[in-house]
């Protein structure tokens, strides 16, 4: 079977993504797997250098990122994908380009990310310094059909992180087990439990 | 202002009753078993609800919470297969995909507090307070925040009742319920009182305990433990008056009640055999195993074209989709369509059991579709499906008394609801009030 798949993370600026890609990122060379972050911020400083945020240039960018993420995926390396990506046709363009193509939408009120802002560019877009601001002065269309959803204002980042990986065990993408979930005494338990009751 | 903003706020207040049938309790309501029911539901709003397909806590519980579909939610039963080893996986509440509306709730400043809610383990943050319910193991991990779980420990609570010694006494089972119950009751009324809730939640499953293990003596006034079961139906009919007044007597938005909801998560009936479809599969050509006594599908021969997890879930050995798929793709729908054909026709002394076939297409909508079995199957009451691979017998005697259904579950509820409604609708209803 295929081992590389590409695990695209969505979402408003500070909402969490490329914090979550690392973090999903270091599990999986943890578990011995070929890993690359597409994170748009460094893409932007290289592979898009020169590209603005009109709509254009920013669906420029995304398909970039997806030529780049389908390359590695063919070669069964895991790609990780972390930019806002703001609209749902040119993401869907991706999936369909990739195939094994799993969304994680980092959903985040605009209230949190205000009060997050590590850059200051709420702030400053708010005020009107910054044009096509995702968010603010330009729309995000948020997934309809993401695989994972994280909601990263009230859950914590390990809650995050399980759900995504999770997810990842459950589509095949990864072998399951391997110290997340259960434990293997309290899967024997709750094997034992099921079995009480006839479910298995 | 505060004060009359406060006493607009709308609340709501749920008692779970997992696994009673709306016919059962209709009729513990109509013999006065349970006359603070017969008081609370006397004006009418009584519905017969359908569960989820299948018909197991895990899935039905997580399309409540959620209102979504296992598709979307990603909970298909108790247990998965991994398609790269079929070993089995049981999926967390960590592997619930979609939003519960108890986040919805938090998104607008909402506070919940729900107890003993099956397949939240391990518990997590939600906005309010969680004590997770079946499969949780441990009480440390069950509780959130963690601040409860001293109290909780100090009035003893049980998460469950002792399984494994349910089959073998049933007396020792009894007593065993009537204690959780308490228990359940004394953590209720510590989160109603602790927990500043707008939404309040708590599950008795007991009730599903006692009717797989004894359903004989909750449906027949001549088993000798008839009396005592109807006993624990009381206990719990002061349970729910109980909350049923502690809610009436709440801000003025609540005191005729309107946001007050009794469910069950699914049906039960009386059980004879047991349906093992894997055995059926085997001997029909379907299946075979390399270990001679397999434990689990993860024994399966790599030419094995279908297998079936419990409780009536069937999955192609589809190529590209599992490791060691054998199924073309393109084969897999003449294989569905024959293997539809030919379940239907399995009787038990000339009767047909399988009343329903359900292909995936009809049940699951969302982007976990491919993970989803082909076919679900619904059996004629009686008859209980299993996913086990154990033994060589298509119909065999079980200890177990009382089974699953899927369209007798029940709600009660003054709230608009739709006029057959499934339990995946209540969560649109329970945040149509809330949040108007």
Same mark, same amino acid.
């Given at each position: ?22 973090? /999903? ?17 460094? /893409? ?32 069964? %390396? ?71 959803? /994280? ?50 | ?20 049938? &709306? ?40 399309? &409540? ?7 979307? *939610?990603?909970? &298909? ?20 995909? #979609? ?75 009894? #007593? ?27 599950? %008795? ?100 074209? #279908? ?7 069937? *999955? ?10 054998? %199924? ?65 017998? %298509? ?42």
């Amino acid at each position: 079977m295929a081992k590389g798949f590409t695990l695209w993370f969505t979402g408003l600026s500070a909402s969490g993504k490329s914090t979550l890609a690392e973090r /999903v990122r270091d599990l999986l060379l943890e578990r011995g797997m070929k890993v690359e972050v597409l994170d748009g911020d460094v /893409v932007r400083q290289n592979l898009s250098k020169g590209l603005g945020f009109s709509k254009e240039d920013r669906d420029t960018n995304i398909r970039r990122i997806g030529f780049v993420c389908n390359l590695l995926t063919r070669n069964d %390396v895991v790609a990780i994908g972390a930019a806002i990506s703001p609209y749902r046709a040119i993401r869907d363009e991706n999936r369909k380009l990739i195939g094994r193509f799993v969304e994680v939408y980092c959903k985040c009120d605009i209230d949190t990310l205000k009060n997050r802002d590590p850059k200051g560019l709420y702030e400053k877009a708010l005020r009107g310094e910054i044009e096509n601001f995702t968010g603010v002065s330009d729309p995000y269309e948020a997934p309809e059909k993401a695989e994972v959803v /994280v909601d990263t204002a009230n859950e914590d980042i390990d809650t995050s992180v399980e759900r995504i990986i999770g997810t990842l065990e459950q589509m095949g993408y990864i072998p399951a087990g391997d110290g997340r979930g259960y434990s293997e005494d309290e899967e024997e338990s709750i094997k034992e439990r099921l079995r009480d009751l006839g479910y298995i | 202002m505060r004060l009359l903003r406060r006493q607009r706020k709308r609340r709501v207040c749920v008692v779970g009753l997992d696994g009673v049938p &709306f016919q059962l309790l209709k009729r513990l309501a109509d013999t006065a078993v349970m006359p603070r029911l017969s008081e609370i539901i006397q004006d009418g709003g009584l519905r017969q609800m359908r569960a989820s397909l299948p018909p197991v806590s895990s899935v039905s519980w997580s399309c &409540f919470m959620t209102g979504a579909n296992p598709a979307e *939610h990603g909970i &298909f039963g108790f247990t998965d297969v991994a398609p790269d080893s079929y070993r089995l996986r049981f999926p967390t509440f960590a592997d619930l995909a #979609a939003p519960t509306f108890w986040d919805k709730l938090g998104e607008s400043r909402r506070r919940c507090a729900v107890i003993n809610q099956p397949a939240t383990y391990p518990a997590r943050p939600i906005p309010g307070a969680l004590v997770s319910g079946f499969v949780a193991l441990q009480l440390g991990k069950s509780v959130w925040p963690k601040d409860h779980l001293p109290a909780l420990q100090a009035m003893g609570y049980r998460i469950d009742v002792d399984l494994q010694q349910a089959r073998d006494n049933p007396d020792l089972l009894l #007593a065993d319920l009537e204690a959780t119950l308490e228990t359940r009751r004394r953590a209720a009324r510590y989160f109603w009182e602790r927990e500043e809730w707008d939404y309040f939640q708590v599950v %008795v499953t007991g009730t599903d305990r006692l009717q797989h293990f004894l359903w004989n003596a909750v449906d027949r006034e001549d088993d000798p433990r008839h009396a005592r079961v109807m006993a624990y139906y009381r206990a719990i009919d002061e349970f729910i008056g109980e909350f049923w007044d502690r809610f009436r007597r709440g801000q003025s938005a609540d005191r005729e009640g309107e946001g007050f909801l009794l469910l069950s998560d699914h049906g039960f009936a009386a059980v004879n055999k047991e349906i093992r479809l894997n055995a059926w599969l085997r001997e029909n050509g379907y299946l075979d195993y390399q270990a001679d006594d397999p434990t689990s599908v993860a024994d399966i021969t790599p030419a094995t074209r #279908a297998f079936a997890l419990d409780p009536g879930r069937l *999955h192609l050995n589809v190529k590209g989709r599992f490791a060691s798929g054998c %199924v073309a793709l393109s084969e897999a729908p003449a294989l569905r369509a024959e293997l539809a054909a030919r379940l239907k026709e399995i009787t038990f002394e000339g009767r047909p059991v399988i009343t329903h076939i359900f292909e995936r297409e009809q049940i699951y909508q969302g982007p976990r579709t491919n993970l989803a079995p082909d076919l679900v199957l619904l059996s004629e009451p009686g008859f209980d499906l299993k996913g086990t691979t154990k033994g060589d017998e %298509v119909f065999v005697d079980t200890h177990f008394q009382g089974m699953h259904t899927w369209d007798d579950a029940f709600v009660w509820t003054h709230l608009p609801i739709p006029d057959s409604p499934e339990i995946s609708d209540l969560a649109k209803v329970i945040l149509g009030w809330m949040l108007g």
